[in-house]
């Protein structure tokens, strides 16, 4: 059974203008969560406070495209640190950005969750960048 999430959504702002949210700290706590600390570069780590502790680390790194890292919760017997992937990518789209959000190898009892938080933080993303 195939386990990708995919949630989509498009910002009104360039490629350029939305990959900086995807790797720098002090962006990422704007939208995605209360406490980052990352390292966006193969292999560098990516943890986050999102109400849960996730822990991974970076996989790919392709400015201003694509962003892709491990994510699960530490702790869990369920989604462990690192056992699902998260993809982003930006496609231009004339003045506006589609950003397509892929997160592949969720258990099937945290896809209802994961899309509902996935869809907020998106919109939270779209909202700041529009202000």
């Known amino acids: 059974m ?16 939305v990959f900086p949210y995807l790797v720098q700290p002090e ?22 406070d999102v109400g849960d502790p996730v822990r991974g680390s970076y996989v790919a790194v392709d400015p201003p495209h694509r ?6 919760i530490l702790g869990s017997q369920q989604l462990p640190a690192g056992s699902s992937t998260v993809e982003i990518e930006l496609r231009p789209d004339g003045d506006a950005t589609v950003v397509e959000l892929t997160h592949r190898d ?3 009892d945290r896809r209802a969750d994961h899309q509902q938080g996935w869809t907020k933080l998106l919109d939270a993303l779209a909202s700041i960048l529009q202000e």
């Open 106 to 108: 969720l258990p099937v």
């Open 2 to 17: 195939n386990t990708d999430l995919v949630v989509t959504t498009t910002i009104q702002a360039s490629p350029q203008e």
């Open 27 to 48: 962006l990422l706590v704007r939208w995605l969560a209360s406490w980052v600390d990352v390292d966006p570069r193969p292999g560098g780590v990516f943890a986050a």
């Open 67 to 72: 962003v892709v890292f491990t994510w699960g």
